[in-house]
T-cell receptor, first 114, second 113 residues
Framework: SVLLYQKPNRDICQSGTSLKIQCVAD?????MFWYQQFQEQSLMLMAT?????????ESGFTKDKFPISRPNLTFSTLTVNNARPGDSSIYFC???????????FGEGSKLTVL | GEQVEQLPSILRVQEGSSASINCSYE??????FPWYKQEPGENPKLIID?????ERKQIQELIVLLDKKAKRFSLHITDTQPGDSAMYFC????????????FGKGTLLTVTP
């Protein structure tokens, strides 16, 4: 398995501001994935981030709104730009182990936008 | 893209009985089906998975069944305990170079003493 640490675990921000979430893996991983989960709802894949290349975004998520960096094989950041109350949710980074397909999640970062 | 339907959304069972959650998928190329358990305030944790070359897999009290023809898979928890109370998510991965798990909407399981 892989352990993923996220920071901050929770944050409150004002509308219009930006917030950065960091994810650190305890081992090198090829791909990191960012998921959004609204309260008691399902997990939505936002984007896939590979080292040294632009993140690939899923429908409904854009680079301008949610820029993602992946500078090396253990680290990624997700930024929420121009935060709105509708962005209030939990953001999870995740990664899979080798070719097993098994996906592991970070602890999550709960964002509340006022 | 892949769509995964999960039912029921809410399930309440008595301790010691079995609980079953059913999922269906659309993409016949999907080849990997994990199940996640998420407790309040926690991250989703992988509890069991099954690949398309299998029809049944069991880990202790967890049984997963896969019917590729019908494009359905299910999780069965035997001898449920209060500690099994949580949100459960099924997911499906389409084969291919781009790894992507599509999740069901989740089942909130409550096991009553």
């Amino acid at each position: 398995s892989v352990l993923l640490y996220q920071k901050p675990n929770r944050d409150i921000c004002q509308s219009g501001t930006s917030l950065k979430i960091q994810c650190v893996a305890d081992s090198q991983v090829v791909s990191m994935f960012w998921y959004q989960q609204f309260q008691e709802q399902s997990l939505m894949l936002m984007a896939t981030a590979n080292e040294g290349s632009e993140a690939t975004y899923e429908s409904g998520f854009t680079k301008d709104k949610f820029p993602i960096s992946r500078p090396n094989l253990t680290f990624s950041t997700l930024t929420v730009n121009n935060a709105r109350p509708g962005d209030s949710s939990i953001y999870f980074c995740s990664s899979k182990v080798g070719n097993t397909g098994q996906l592991y999640f970070g602890e999550g970062s709960k964002l509340t936008v006022l | 893209g892949e769509q995964v339907e999960q039912l029921p959304s809410i399930l309440r069972v008595q301790e010691g009985s079995s609980a079953s959650i059913n999922c269906s998928y659309e993409d016949s190329a999907s080849n990997y089906f994990p199940w996640y358990k998420q407790e309040p305030g926690e991250n989703p944790k992988l509890i069991i998975d099954i690949r398309s070359n299998m029809e049944r897999k069991q880990i202790q009290e967890l049984i997963v069944l896969l019917d590729k023809k019908a494009k359905r898979f299910s999780l069965h928890i035997t001898d449920t305990q209060p500690g099994d109370s949580a949100m459960y998510f099924c997911a499906a991965h389409s084969g291919g170079s781009n790894y992507k798990l599509t999740f069901g909407k989740g089942t909130l399981l409550t096991v009553t003493p």
